[in-house]
């Protein structure tokens, strides 16, 4: 499989994408851990939103965030348990089972595994680790 490494500069402009969304609906913020935390914490100090380390259903402004709706797996399970907040990835596939509230890019080609900056560049796919 085909990787595709993004930049911080990449991820911010993603992030913009997100909030030009979300902005008016917004107040709080948290993450999806792993990967949705740094972008949650980087949410909070770029656009002034309060970050939220304890997530729950008494929030309804709370955006949550995750890097990539890509089963759509922990976006659901998340959903299922917290449904009042708001949801929001870097990218979304539309092999996913949901689809998240907001979005920086809808993938087109679903064929690339997408390494993130917080990620080691030697990373392996989903598959190479179903492999092992």
């Known amino acids: 499989m085909k990787k595709t490494y993004l930049t911080w500069g990449q991820v911010n402009k993603l992030l913009d994408k997100i909030h030009e969304q979300a902005s008016s609906e917004v107040k709080y913020?948290?993450?999806?851990?792993?990967?949705?935390?740094?972008?949650?914490?980087?949410?909070?100090?770029?656009?002034?939103?309060?970050?939220?380390?304890?997530?729950?259903?008494?929030?309804?402004?709370?955006?949550?965030?995750?890097?990539?709706?890509?089963?759509?797996?922990t976006l659901k399970e998340w959903k299922e348990r917290l449904h009042v907040p708001l949801y929001g990835t870097l990218h979304y596939k539309r092999s996913s089972c949901i689809e998240p509230d907001f979005y920086g890019k809808k993938m087109i080609k679903e064929d690339r595994w997408i390494v993130y900056p917080w990620e080691k560049k030697d990373s392996n796919t989903i598959q190479n680790y179903l492999e092992n």
């Open 29 to 73: 913020v948290s993450g999806i851990p792993r990967g949705g935390l740094f972008l949650a914490v980087l949410y909070s100090h770029r656009f002034g939103v309060e970050f939220m380390e304890y997530p729950s259903n008494h929030y309804p402004q709370l955006l949550i965030l995750d890097d990539i709706a890509d089963s759509g797996k």
